[in-house]
């Protein structure tokens, strides 16, 4: 464990928004500086620490990081395992290779939901046309087909429908991958929980999430069920435990029309489900994971508002803040690309009644 003293230095494996506002978020830590690495030009977070423009398999950039650092963490969860692991045998690595090994891949991660006791939509793994054909005798045709690894904003996924299995098969790229029964939920929540070095796991309220095409657009916190919200911390004790994790843990939820939490995914890192957190909580998920892995402690989660986070997807509006200088525009400073986060806007109100009505007039500037 590390203990917070003089000046430590904290490599970052990505250098994403979310990179980014790590190092912005946690400014008010004192003796804590970043290095990140990432293999493009001019990352988000390369406007606000040092950044090495490098592949994560750089066995000198890697190196580098386990003389200067006092730990590394991570960003983005496909950063290879080989890589972590690394590191790991000569610094702490904070999540640790196994805990993103399993994030990484969807059948390990469901594998490790129902070890766990926490239930998921039926799935079958699927490596072959004989085996799609299989599993959807199985599971019906009301069903997806996602790739195991590298799936993300609904990227990777084919609904099976009415559609011939062996196109399916074809225009997923014949990858390794899981089939599984479409979910008919209310809703969707993520939990949002922090894991200290002592086992500790304090908590954010749930988070109700609003998708498009496999998109997060939006999200309002806090979705208040006190049910819900215990049946969702035992579960996500149960699993950040099995995989040892120090740092913050992502976990996402469907609800079903008898008020069911179904398990989803994960994310072994601060998750766009958690910004909402920089306006509207006392200590931020970014703040929060930083002093976690760190050694630093993290009080109880409080908020004093309702909370709304919107995406800003492929273009930037021009004109959000002439509509209403009450929120807060985050400019991740992307190249402006169909249906890439480029930005979010965040805004608190007392009355919840107000808040969702500001998200309506403004989901009609945005999408
Ligand atoms: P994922 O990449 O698995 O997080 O999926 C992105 C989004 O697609 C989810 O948040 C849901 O809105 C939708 N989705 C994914 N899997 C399912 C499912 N089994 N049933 C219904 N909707 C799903």
């Not at 079903?256 to 958690?274: F, K, Q, T, W, Y």
Request: glycine content about 6%; some cysteine; overall charge positive.
């Amino acid at each position: 464990m590390v203990i917070l003293k003089d000046n430590i230095l904290i490599g970052i494996l990505g250098g994403g928004q979310l990179a980014m506002m790590m190092v912005e978020m946690s400014a008010k830590l004192k003796h804590i500086e970043f290095i990140v690495v990432d293999p493009s030009d001019s990352p988000p977070a390369s406007k606000v620490a040092n950044c090495i423009k490098s592949e994560f398999d750089n066995k000198e950039v890697l190196d580098k990081l386990i003389n200067e650092c006092s730990l590394v963490t991570i960003d983005f969860e496909n950063v290879p395992a080989e890589t972590l692991k690394y590191l790991e045998k000569k610094i702490p690595v904070y999540p640790g290779s196994y805990a993103v090994s399993i994030c990484q891949d969807r059948l390990k991660e469901k594998n490790l939901f129902n070890k766990s006791n926490v239930p998921t939509t039926p799935y079958e793994k699927v490596d072959s046309l004989e085996q799609l054909e299989n599993a959807v005798n199985i599971i019906g045709r009301d069903s997806i087909l996602k790739s195991r690894t590298l799936g993300y904003d609904g990227k990777n996924q084919q609904f099976i429908g009415k559609n011939k299995l062996d196109e399916i098969w074809n225009i997923s790229g014949r990858k390794s991958s899981i089939l599984e029964k479409k979910v008919n939920f209310k809703t969707e929540v993520s939990l949002i929980g922090i894991n200290t070095h002592d086992g500790e796991k304090i908590f954010y309220p749930l988070v109700e999430n609003f998708h498009n095409n496999g998109i997060l657009n939006y999200s309002i916190a806090p979705y208040k069920n006190e049910t819900l919200q215990k049946k969702a911390e035992s579960f996500y004790i149960n699993i950040s435990n099995s995989l040892n994790y120090v740092g913050v843990l992502v976990i996402e939820f469907f609800i079903d029309s008898n008020d069911n939490l179904i398990a989803n995914e994960m994310a072994p890192r601060v998750h766009n489900s958690g910004h909402w957190t920089n306006e509207g909580a006392n200590i931020n998920q970014f703040e929060a994971h930083i002093s976690a892995i760190s050694g630093k402690k993290v009080n109880e989660i409080k908020l004093s508002e309702n909370s709304a986070m919107i995406n800003i997807l492929s273009k930037m509006p021009k004109n959000i803040l002439s509509y209403d200088k009450s929120i807060k525009v985050y400019d991740y400073g992307k190249k402006e690309r169909i249906n890439r986060k480029i930005g979010h806007l965040s805004f608190i109100s007392k009355d919840r009644k107000t808040l969702l009505k500001k998200v309506e007039s403004i989901k009609k500037i945005i999408f």
